[in-house]
């Protein structure tokens, strides 16, 4: 009798984990993605870049789970060097697609993603 809402916990924990982990790996591919085209030489407004090449490498359940998806690209130079890196930082609070009204009804925060991509610009 105990079996089966133990077996439906684990099972809903284990979705939930899987989606988690998936959710990461595309914003961590969307951030890498966003690095290497927006670090070509000729680009103008790498702002403009990093935020419409994540728009687009992001799938549709990876922004819908995250709500409140922030990019910042930030131009940092190399210690004792000429080179300039750029690095895009993608990151969103988590929703889970199961069970989130439940954990932060519960008043357990959800956790937050981030990702990061960096590549040297091209002169």
Same mark, same amino acid.
């Not at 105990?2 to 284990?14: K, N, Q």
């Not at 930082?89 to 956790?111: A, D, H, K, N, Q």
């Given at each position: !009798?105990?079996?089966?809402?133990? #077996?439906?916990? *684990? ?9 988690? !982990? ?13 690095? =290497? ?5 000729? #680009? ?9 090449? *994540?728009?687009?490498?992001? @799938?549709?359940?990876?922004?819908? =789970?995250?709500?409140?998806?922030? #990019? ?6 190399? @210690? ?7 690095? *895009?930082? *993608? ?18 925060? /959800? /956790? ?6 960096? !590549?040297?610009?091209?002169?």
């Amino acid at each position: !009798m105990l079996i089966l809402p133990a #077996v439906l916990l *684990v099972s809903l924990g284990m979705l939930t984990l899987g989606n988690y !982990m998936t959710t990461r790996h595309h914003l961590g591919l969307a951030s890498g993605r966003a690095s =290497r085209t927006c670090s070509l030489d000729g #680009v103008v407004n790498r702002a403009a870049c990093v935020q419409a090449i *994540v728009a687009v490498a992001l @799938p549709p359940f990876a922004t819908r =789970r995250c709500g409140g998806l922030r #990019v910042t690209a930030t131009e940092t130079p190399l @210690p004792n060097t000429p080179v300039r890196v750029l690095e *895009v930082v *993608v990151s969103c609070p988590y929703t889970p697609m199961f069970g989130g009204r439940l954990l932060s009804g519960e008043g357990i925060t /959800l /956790l937050a993603l981030t990702a990061r991509g960096a !590549m040297p610009l091209q002169q």
